[in-house]
């Protein structure tokens, strides 16, 4: 091999990069779990608006028919 030149191994770190850690802290959580809690915060926060949007509708249609 000539000098300075580059294993196959270390060209593949350079393009993919370090990976990353499965785990950061043992009492915060997994990182793999993030993605999922965001992901159950999202769908919760999307019930919620919907929720608030039906019944702002309601409210709505009804003060119109009591008109």
Do not use: C, W, Y
Not at 24 to 32: I, L, P, S
Not at 48 to 59: G, H, I, N, Y
């Amino acid at each position: 091999m000539a000098s300075g030149k580059k294993t196959d191994g270390k060209n593949n770190h350079l393009l993919m990069g370090d990976p990353a850690p499965h785990s950061f802290n043992a009492v915060t959580g997994r990182v793999d779990d993030i993605p999922d809690r965001l992901l159950i915060l999202a769908n919760r926060l999307q019930r919620a608006l919907d929720s608030q949007r039906a019944a702002a509708s309601a409210t709505e249609r009804a003060q119109r028919q009591a008109n």
